[in-house]
């Protein structure tokens, strides 16, 4: 199947650092890529869509300036917290997509904000 | 709105006991619906959707239109099974997707 490649698995840096997040898809070109927030013992929250070439469209709720996405092939996109506080600390997951075929997840990013 | 809910958060089981998973959606337009599944410590996984009309593992999910619910079922479940299972509603043609919360399976030896 599909495989998505999302990197680092897990960071841990200081209140105000910037964290940036890659997400590949190696073996298909995705026309979209979708970035989620979950919280322990929680469902996924789509924060963003991302298509290549274009600006990503946010979810209700979601700061753009705080969360940078670019997308600037069919197979990398990356997400930038920016300035980074304890209550950004989540699971960052990643999926890409392309027309006909479902989504294929990455394995996702702990952050953790100290 | 979209929306899907999962009501069980947890789900335990005896090994071979039948097993079903609830999930019902809103959508006012023509529903495409998913099950994903997360093994411990694994990336979510696609299970399968209902275009397809196809079992996965023993798993089978029929989409009733009229009660809008997909339930996941599987008449002898394994241990292996063990899992959180994601119901996902997709909407823009099966681009955008809404998740529901959630349904932890425990089968237990």
């Known amino acids: 199947g599909a495989v998505v490649s999302q990197h680092p698995s897990r960071v841990i840096c200081k209140s105000g650092t910037s964290v940036k997040i890659e997400c590949r898809s190696l073996?298909?070109?995705?026309?979209?890529m979708f970035w989620y927030r979950q919280f322990p013992k929680q469902s996924l929250m789509l924060m963003a869509t991302?298509?290549?070439?274009?600006?990503?469209?946010?979810e209700q709720g979601v700061e753009k300036d705080k969360f940078l996405i670019n997308h600037a092939s069919l197979t990398l996109s990356t997400l930038t917290v920016t300035s980074a506080h304890p209550e950004d600390s989540s699971f960052y997951i990643c999926?890409?997509?392309?027309?006909?075929?479902?989504?294929?997840f990455g394995d996702g990013t702990r952050l953790s904000i100290l | 709105a979209q929306r899907v809910t999962q009501p069980e958060k947890l789900l335990s089981v005896f090994k071979g006991a039948p097993v079903e998973l609830k999930c019902n959606y809103s959508?006012?337009?023509?529903?495409?619906l998913f099950w994903y599944v997360q093994y411990s410590r694994q990336r979510l996984q696609l299970l399968l959707r209902?275009?397809s009309r196809e079992s996965i593992k023993g798993f089978t999910a029929d989409l009733n239109k009229g009660e809008t619910s997909f339930h996941l079922k599987k008449p002898f479940a394994q241990e292996e099974d063990s899992a959180m299972y994601y119901c996902?509603?997709?909407?823009?043609?099966?681009?955008?997707?809404?998740f529901g919360g959630g349904t932890r399976l425990m089968v237990k030896p």
């Open positions: 999926s890409a997509f392309r027309p006909d075929q479902p989504q294929h």
């Open positions: 209902h275009i």
């Open positions: 959508y006012s337009g023509s529903p495409e």
């Open positions: 996902a509603l997709g909407s823009n043609a099966g681009n955008m997707l809404t």
């Open positions: 073996d298909f070109q995705a026309t979209t």
């Open positions: 991302s298509n290549e070439g274009s600006k990503a469209t946010y």
